[in-house]
Every structure is written in C-alpha cells, then in structure tokens.
C-alpha cells in the first residue's frame, strides 16, 4: 500500500493560487494512476484530477478544467494540483489517492490508498 501525505493548503483570496502537493512512500509510485479529490462541509467527497502513471494522460471535473492542473515527478515519489484564480466554492478538504492501477480514473472505487487531507479556505 502507498503511504500518501498531503500539504500546501491554506487561505488564500479568491481569485488567488495555491499549490499543492502529495509525497508518496514506496518505489511503486510510478506504477501508480494518481487522484485529487475534495470534500466540502455538508457534501459528499467529489473528484477534481486525476493523472496516469506516466504523466501524458490527465482528467479534470468540469468545475475546474481550465484553472487546476495536476503532474507528477516521479523521481520525487509526489503529486502536485497547481490551483488559480481560486474561487470561494473551491473551499474544501483537498485528499490525495493513489489508484489500484496505472491508468486514470475519476471513481472512489477505483483508489486504494488515501491521504489524510489538506484544508484549502478561499475567501470571497
């Protein structure tokens, strides 16, 4: 199993950025499809980017195609979801996966591992 930590969040202003990043263990990170997901107060867990082993196939929620972009260096063993021109609806838990497989994809089912969490806070 991939042991996942998340960092990088944070308050920011809306319209502002942040970055942030999720250090994998284990040497079969780049075996590894890749996710971020985020849950808001009061709504289920909802995807936000995924990413294949490799790094040339991406997958983005339509709330958020065009302003994040997720990579991966994995030589560095981490994950990273570079996030601008934030908005105050992007307010939520931000988690960290790690798939079963190699390949991208946006279901829950689909995620082996999981992070603890970083808080991101965008105010309006």
């Known amino acids: 199993q991939v042991q996942l930590v998340e960092s990088g969040g944070g308050l920011v202003q809306a319209g502002g950025s942040l970055r942030l990043s999720c250090a994998a263990s284990g040497r079969i990170f780049s075996e590894k499809g890749m996710g971020w997901f985020r849950q808001a107060p009061g709504k289920e867990r909802e995807f936000v980017a995924a990413?294949?082993?490799?790094?040339?196939?991406?997958d983005y929620a339509a709330s958020v195609k065009g302003r994040f972009t997720i990579s991966r260096d994995n030589a560095k063993n981490t994950v990273y979801l570079q996030m601008n021109s934030l908005k105050a609806e992007d307010t939520a838990v931000y988690y960290c996966?790690?798939?079963?497989?190699?390949?991208?994809?946006?279901?829950?089912?689909?995620?082996?591992?999981w992070g603890q969490g970083t808080q991101v806070t965008v105010s309006s």
């Open positions: 990413i294949n082993w490799s790094g040339y196939s991406t």
């Open positions: 996966a790690a798939a079963k497989g190699p390949f991208v994809s946006r279901l829950d089912r689909d995620f082996g591992s």
